[in-house]
């Protein structure tokens, strides 16, 4: 997952692999291909036409199609195809499509004054360094930036991305295409799913960036991607371009056991309680699940994930693996051989971070969990999101916390204005309740008493009182909600709202952990630069590349398409073909094919895009690029730059790859192009959309 700066300088091994193109134009963001890479939602895409079309996976974009869907008309069951730009649908407000600008080294600036301190004071000195570079970078209207931490608090970076608010919905087919084989078939090969959705972004008649508006026109971006129409095969090169979410591949040995031995464990137990108890609120009730299938499909794919990344760390025995590494670090570094690093202050600031590291991990069930409970709701998350940002507001915006500033405005106007798209009544209560229960079971070591004065302590009364919370609010009225957007602290406390009442004792609680927490986060972050310098400088004595941990900022990856084998006797092909899915077609969820695509596939036209060594058309394909959670809809180039594929799973072997790399393993799963272009050329044909993308009708 290497910067794009990083690319210059493993040219070579680019070339080797096949690459066609320019390395260094490759990490220039403002030029072609990178400034068309998008963030989109909570994954990528990228421009597809110079009229601001988007593609990105059925899967990022299920937010945007379930707000827009009612059972009435079920954009999610039928799919949906604007006839023209009049027909195309609002995304829900606060969906965004970023556009990255700018990448600037600013670690000097951020670290100036940070020497001597410790704690909440070294971390609160990062933020406001880094608020003061965000607030100068946004000075300009229409953009979103950040300062992001590269190797754990070793260098900073502020990033400037174009903030694109008016986003909409125009192709998107029917979710038995875009996710066939639902869970069944998530994280697995093969695979016949076309996860993808086109959008499109618009702005103001001025050309800059602008809330929904029938008035606003489409944007145009720098460049776009040309979608390819060669054939693919095993061995050409593949090339990536996303915004990975997380990794944690330099964490600590004791973090690595942390993560297999509870953290995992206790993840699928979470995520499948909760998917529990969602089915059987919404069992019968045909709103309530359309309300509630955005989470239920996040969910699913979360429980999934930490079961095969569990499983992965097993089977790669990572703990053991990172440990014995560790170990040998440590034996290097007391070997002395180091250059310049100072061995004993060294050696002092790693056993400094491992025992905070583990004093930490006290609190882990109880904070798990309270961050569960405003997460995943919605109407309780309003009330404490209105009730926190009164509170901040008393107080300089330079000095509100990350996610409170007037920034974060009309984010959390969208939070609000959404919900009713998202809720029901019966079962946020039984989520919360369930939640609650949960957290009503810890030690008592590791319960607030805010917590415990709003939803007491007896398990057998807490559905009354969760019954009172939620009758005695409104709410649920979206007017009633929004206006409390900008009411001050003192009028949200007084408000005869049982759910703001609740959550005005519940703030104060939660500023007071989150001082904890950044004391804990100040320490860590001024210790493991020096823990990230040892690993570096050992892993460069013996010839291995350092990249930083994924951190949702542009990433590239490159390889080629290539098949897996995982295990004795098992062999599989890179590519797949619609024949799986008519093999695969069962009449029922999730293997119900269309009947259109059933037809389409026994008539055989496939035209152009059929493969010409199969004599059928393929649907997806492996590479053996480097992808996580973030690169869901990332685009996938051939050696001259072209689109050939777009990203959205793992294989179930390599799930754990967050955490460690293995090569044996990791393949990356795409949509064909091909695949998706013959869906829109025979079966939900959009002869308007490829002329746009520039394609052939066949």
Known sequence: MWMP?????????????????????????????MNAVVKVGGGTGAFVSDQGLVLTNHHVAFGVIQYNSKPEHDYIAKGYIAADRSGELPANPDFRVLVTTDFDNVTAQVLKGTAGLKGKAYNDAVERASKALVSACEATAG???????????????????????????????????????????????PRHAGDFTILRAYVGKDGKPADYSPDNVPYVPPSHLQISTRNVKEGDYAMLAG???????????????????????????????????????????????????????????????????LEGMQRSNSATVRAQDEQAMLAWLRGGKTGALDVAATLGGIQELQQGLATAGALRERDQ???????????????????????????????????????DEKLILGRLQQVQRRYTPAVEQALLLDLVRQYQALPAAQHVAEWDAVFGTDPA??????????????????????????????????????????????VPAMVRLDDERDTRDGESLRLRPTYMQALIAYRKSQGRAVYPDANSTLRVSFGRIQALSPRDGVDYRPLTTVAGIAEKHTGSDPFNAPQPLLDAIRKGDFGTTAEPSLKTQTVNFLTNLDTTGGNSGSPVLDADGKLIGLNFDSNWEAVSASWAFDPRYKRAIHVDMRYMRWLMAKVYPAPHLLRELNLPAQ
């Open 5 to 33: 700066s990083q690319l210059p300088d493993i040219a070579k091994s680019m070339r080797e692999r096949g690459f066609r193109g320019d390395p260094k134009q490759m990490a220039n963001l403002a030029t072609a291909p």
């Open 143 to 189: 953009y979103r930036c950040q300062v992001v931490s590269m190797y754990y608090g070793a260098e900073f970076y502020r990033v400037r991305q174009l903030e694109l608010r008016d986003v909409r919905l125009v192709y998107a087919p029917p979710s038995d295409i875009g996710n066939y084989g639902g869970e069944t078939d998530n994280f697995m090969w």
């Open 243 to 309: 915004y990975p979410g997380i990794t944690y591949r330099h964490r600590t040995a004791a973090e690595f056991a942390q993560q297999m031995d509870w953290q995992l464990p206790s993840r699928v137990a979470l995520f499948d309680g909760m998917i529990r108890t969602i089915e059987t609120a919404t069992k019968g009730n045909a709103d309530a699940t359309v309300a509630y299938a955005s989470q239920m499909r996040s969910l699913k794919n979360n429980l999934k994930r930490a079961q095969g990344e």
């Open 369 to 407: 969990l309270l961050s569960t409970i405003v997460g995943q709701t919605q109407l309780f998350r309003s009330a404490v999101e209105l009730q926190r940002r009164a509170l901040e507001r008393q107080r300089p915006d330079a000095e509100r916390r990350s996610g409170f500033q007037e920034r």
């Open 461 to 506: 009364q807490t559905a009354d009182r969760i019954a009172a919370l939620y009758a005695g609010s409104t709410l649920q009225d979206e007017s009633r909600r929004v206006g409390w957007l900008h009411a001050d602290a003192r009028a949200l406390t007084a408000a005869d709202d049982t759910l703001l009442k609740a959550a005005a004792l519940l």
